[in-house]
Structures are given as C-alpha cells and as structure tokens.
C-alpha cells in the first residue's frame, strides 16, 4: 500500500513564498518518479513539477517555470516543492503523486497514479 502524505500548505501573502513537503512509504522510494500537482474547484487537476527516480530529469509546466523548484531527497521518502513570487493565481489545493512504474522520468502526468490528500494553498492578494 502506497501513502503519501504532504505538508506545508497555508496562507500567504502574495509575492511571498511556501516550501511543501511530502513524505512516501510503502514501496521503495528511489524506484519510482515523483510529482506535484494543484486542482481548483470546478477545473481539472494540473500538473506543476515532475522528478525523476533519482532526480537525473525534472520537469516543470510553463507557468511555474522559474518560479517552482522541485526536489527529493531518497534518504528520507521524502519530496518538496518550492514556490517563490506566489500571486493569487496560486491559490488551489497541492496533491503530491508517484508514479504507478518504475524508471520513469517524471515528464508525463499520467504515469502518477498514487496521490497524497492534498495541502491547501491559499494567496491574498
């Protein structure tokens, strides 16, 4: 059984920054690619950030790119997500996912298939 569970969501001001935090257990966790992704009421889930088993590929959508850092550390299970310059715009809930095989880059949205319960984001702008 795969959980994943993150942290670090909040509220903060726009222009400011937040670092979210996921930790994983149930497989072994330099195996797999691991992702972030947001979901806003009323739209689909979208895909921010992707990393590779061991880091070697990261991937980032465009409207993240230079803004959003992600990272993982395979010491601790663990996964982050540094969001820097946050506008309102930001504002959803952040699920953490892994990928569903192992040895993949991380580029592809649908190779995650386990989620976190997502952490709330929320921007004043």
């Known amino acids: 059984q795969v959980h994943l569970v993150e942290s670090g969501g909040g509220l903060v001001q726009a222009g400011g920054s937040l670092r979210l935090s996921c930790v994983a257990s149930g497989r072994t966790f330099d195996r797999y690619a691991m992702g972030w992704f947001r979901q806003v009421p009323g739209t689909e889930r979208e895909f921010l950030a992707g990393?590779?088993?061991?880091?070697?590929?990261?991937y980032y959508a465009d409207f993240v790119k230079g803004r959003f850092t992600i990272s993982r550390d395979n010491a601790k299970n663990t996964v982050e997500l540094q969001m820097n310059n946050l506008s309102f715009e930001d504002t959803a809930k952040y699920y953490c996912?892994?990928?569903?095989?192992?040895?993949?880059?991380?580029?592809?949205?649908?190779?995650?298939?386990?989620w976190g319960q997502g952490t709330q984001v929320t921007v004043s702008s």
């Open positions: 990393i590779s088993s061991h880091g070697v590929s990261v």
């Open positions: 996912a892994q990928s569903g095989r192992p040895a993949t880059n991380g580029r592809n949205s649908g190779d995650y298939v386990y």
